[in-house]
């Protein structure tokens, strides 16, 4: 059985940095996809980063670029997400994704395996 559970949510000011953390069991973090996304209240689900298998490739939303930074430890077999520089419009419950195959930029829905979501919360 996949779970991804996700932890490191939280509040920061403006300005800040937050890191969140995605633990897998039942799948390896490095035999596919492994993706970031978010949703804001009112508004659709939103891919935030992906990372191809082996983290040989990574991808970003264009504003987020620059200011979050996608991982993966094959050896804790997580996946992180580091953000710095939070704007007002970043704070969203946030999810981590899997799934196989060699296309990770894709729709959410293309995801298998989806975590609890974790909040973050930016304050002006």
């Known amino acids: 059985q996949v779970q991804l559970v996700e932890s490191g949510g939280g509040s920061v000011q403006a300005g800040g940095s937050l890191s969140l953390s995605c633990a897998a069991s039942?799948?390896?973090?490095?035999?596919?996809?492994m993706g970031w996304f978010r949703r804001a209240p009112g508004k659709e689900r939103e891919r935030v980063a992906a990372i191809s298998s082996r983290g040989v490739y990574t991808y970003y939303t264009d504003s987020v670029k620059g200011r979050f930074t996608i991982s993966q430890d094959n050896v804790q077999n997580t996946l992180y997400l580091r953000m710095s520089s939070l704007r007002p419009a970043d704070p969203a419950m946030y999810y981590c994704a899997a799934r196989s195959g060699v296309f990770c930029d894709i729709a959410p829905q293309e995801y298998r395996y989806w975590g609890q979501g974790t909040q973050v919360t930016v304050s002006s």
């Open positions: 039942g799948y390896s973090v490095s035999s596919g996809c």
